[in-house]
């Protein structure tokens, strides 16, 4: 008692433990990358502004050659309006010619390490016309922008307009130590999921482990016991005065030790299973015929429990490519199953049909059913739907994921149909030899 209080200890810290570990790194997970993108903003925001004061006075600078050019007077204001986050306007109050304009944009923009690709454009607001366009990118052949393609902006007089329409994939380039710690806090994000879902699954793996341990020592202990105890009583001179009762022991011992070589063989065909080892010998075989020699082989169990089998088998064409041994273990798992895990007097069908060219086997039974929730999950090794702490069911987990198994390998299909108390049909579908 002492002992299963403390294994139950244990069990509760260690998930305890786990859990607080798994909500602390995520906490940690989500800071570092709120901290991550806060700085990266903060440093996008300082190459925007700094690229932007840069503009500004390589476009101050043309402004003022301009002015020079025509002999004007520059305004007491900065000709120069944002306009927008990628949209300059420059007021020249005169006419230039657009290919100077374009050498004193590039002479500037060198000057500064304005790598951008930019558009640009000479408007006369007095005539209301636009007096052309050109592009300069570092692309090789970039194509001429259209002057409707720019935006116009309200003014009365003379002014050229740049236009950066990639600047912000531009600026982005430009920030490699950012780009390269953000790839790498991504990597670490990455990592830790992986991480925790190997975690996740190990613990998973582990309790199940532990529950098949729980299972195997319940089911090993119970004939071991029958056993020891019927070889004391055995032991008596006595009972050799009375033959009946000696040799109704001798058939226990017999029967228990049956269920013990049942249980081992069992564990070792999903040994072999696991290393690829296990020897199928694939054969033409008429699936009637196993399923016949199958409920002959269950006919102990059947009795013990006073089930009935109803056989329906209507497939036409009945011929299989398998082992003989172990598909006719499959449907005694199956008959196996359908007896255990049944609280009333087990009534068993077993169906068989044609569907184009293959051929099915459906068992059914009216036992205590499985919730849609668990479907899936019986196929898997060692699972066993949750009972508590309850043993009132014989078995490892390891019958369903056999047939699953077996019937995989003859290139066939298996599922399930069931509900809560209201019974289970596992069907199999197989190629038609």
């Known amino acids: 008692m002492a002992t299963t209080i403390h294994t139950a200890y244990f069990c509760l810290v260690s998930r305890t433990t786990l859990r607080s570990i798994i909500i602390l790194a995520a906490i940690s997970i989500a800071g570092i990358t709120a901290t991550q993108i806060y700085w990266v903003r903060k440093a996008f925001d300082q190459k925007e502004n700094q690229f932007n004061h840069d503009v500004n006075a390589s476009l101050q600078a043309v402004a003022n050659r301009i002015f020079e050019i025509n002999q004007t007077i520059p305004p007491t204001n900065s000709p120069v309006e944002q306009l927008s986050t990628n949209y300059f306007a420059v007021i020249i109050n005169g006419p230039v010619n657009a290919n100077v304009l374009g050498l004193l944009l590039a002479s500037e923009f060198e000057k500064r390490n304005i790598t951008a690709d930019y558009e640009f454009g000479v408007y006369d607001c007095e005539e209301q016309c636009m007096k052309g366009a050109e592009v300069k990118a570092s692309l090789p052949k970039q194509p001429t922008t259209k002057l409707t393609d720019l935006p116009t902006w309200k003014s009365d007089g003379y002014y050229f307009s ?13 920030m490699g130590i950012w780009g390269f710690s953000s790839a790498v806090m991504l990597i670490v994000i990455l990592f830790f999921a992986y991480t925790l879902f190997v975690i996740l699954r190990q613990k998973r793996l582990s ?22 105890i019927s070889s004391d009583v055995l032991k008596n001179p006595e009972i050799t005065q009375t033959p009946d009762r000696l040799l109704n022991y001798a058939a226990i011992i017999s029967h228990e030790t049956t269920r013990l070589r049942q249980h081992v063989e069992r564990v070792l065909q999903m040994a072999k299973l696991e290393k690829n080892n296990l020897v199928i010998k694939k054969e033409n075989l008429d699936v009637h015929e196993l399923i016949r020699e199958a409920v002959q082989n269950s006919t102990l169990l059947l009795q013990e429990k006073n089930a009935t089998v109803d056989l329906q088998l209507n497939a036409s064409e009945t011929h299989i490519v398998a082992d003989r041994l172990h598909f006719t273990n499959v449907v005694f798992n199956l008959i196996d199953n359908a007896i255990k895990y049944n609280k ?13 060219n293959q051929i099915f086997v459906a068992v059914s039974d009216n036992g205590i059913g499985i919730s849609p929730e668990n479907h899936k999950k019986i196929f898997h090794q060692f699972f066993r739907v949750p009972t508590g702490n309850l043993h009132d069911v014989k078995g490892f987990g390891l019958g369903l994921n056999y047939v699953k198994r077996i019937i995989e390998s003859c290139k066939g299909k298996v599922s399930v149909a069931s509900q809560l108390e209201a019974g289970s049909t596992f069907k199999i579908i197989l190629p038609v030899a």
């Open 344 to 356: 009333n007097i087990p009534h068993l069908k077993i169906e068989s049909g044609n569907v184009g």
């Open 207 to 228: 309790e199940i482990q532990k529950d098949f341990i729980n299972n195997m020592t319940h089911e090993f202990k119970t004939p071991l016991s029958t056993i020891a």
């Open 162 to 174: 740049v236009r950066f329409p990639a600047i912000e994939a531009n600026l982005i380039s430009q």
